[in-house]
């Protein structure tokens, strides 16, 4: 079955630094993949989305990869701020029916003034 | 951007009773939500597709007469627990995907969530 991993430790980080997460899959060759920001208590709000014939997109301070080849996506939050501060998940597009998504553990990410 | 609200935000019931909880695609038609369960620090867990005129389709091991799903119009989607447990107790959060069929690669947007706790 397939797999989504993100690392569960917190990630701290100065302000104004680069936060860079990972996200591996296995199994599964998605179409595209998604990232959203959670922050506690909350749903998640839609971020980026890059697709498998897409090796990099861009949002403002955000920047997504996306290696089919090594199963892997790197999101990076450039010049973090602590209003960056959340937990990040990545998901994944299902084959089963359309709009369905897997979602990876998240990680989280604290920015320190 | 698009909004989708879940109502109530947290709900508080006795062991055997039912909750329903609502979620509304507000600015927009949704013929697809989808209804999400998340414990504490971990992942959201789908547990079923609700579909505007048919019948809702649960994943592997969740209890579809528990967990009654209703898609009563494009834009609203509920969500009963019956005979609700303690161990029923989690947040609740809905979410509708834009766009049209196929594979493709529409973002998904999320209700606020409602907390459920079963006493």
């Known amino acids: 079955s397939q797999k989504i991993e993100q690392n569960s430790e917190a990630l701290n980080i100065q302000e104004g630094k680069t936060a860079t997460l990972t996200c591996n899959y296995t199994?599964?060759?998605?179409?595209?993949l998604q990232w959203y920001r959670q922050d506690p208590g909350r749903g998640p709000v839609f971020l980026l989305l890059?697709?498998?014939?897409?090796k990099e997109k861009r949002k403002e301070r955000l920047k997504v990869t996306f290696d089919t080849t090594l199963k892997q996506s790197l999101f990076h939050i450039t010049a973090s701020q602590p209003a960056d501060s959340a937990t990040y998940l990545c998901?994944?597009?299902?084959?089963?029916?359309?709009?369905?998504?897997?979602f990876g553990a998240g990680t989280q990410v604290v920015v320190t003034p | 951007g698009a909004v989708v609200s879940q109502h109530p935000s947290w709900v508080i019931c006795k062991s055997g009773t039912s909750v329903k909880i609502e979620c509304r695609s507000l600015?927009?038609?949704?013929?697809?939500m989808f209804w999400y369960r998340q414990f504490p620090k971990q992942s959201l867990m789908l547990m079923a597709t609700?579909?505007?005129?048919?019948?809702?389709?649960?994943e592997q091991g969740v209890e579809k007469d528990k967990f009654l799903i209703n898609h009563a119009s494009l834009t609203l989607s509920t969500l009963t627990v019956t005979s609700a447990h303690p161990e029923d107790s989690s947040f609740y959060i809905c979410?509708?995907?834009?766009?049209?069929?196929?594979?493709?690669?529409?973002?998904?947007?999320f209700g606020p969530g409602t907390r459920l706790t079963v006493t």
């Open positions: 979410s509708a995907p834009r766009g049209g069929g196929g594979r493709s690669s529409y973002e998904q947007y």
């Open positions: 199994n599964y060759s998605p179409a595209y």
């Open positions: 890059i697709r498998e014939n897409e």
């Open positions: 998901a994944l597009d299902s084959t089963d029916s359309w709009g369905k998504l897997q």
């Open positions: 600015d927009f038609q949704a013929t697809t």
């Open positions: 609700s579909n505007e005129g048919s019948k809702a389709t649960y």
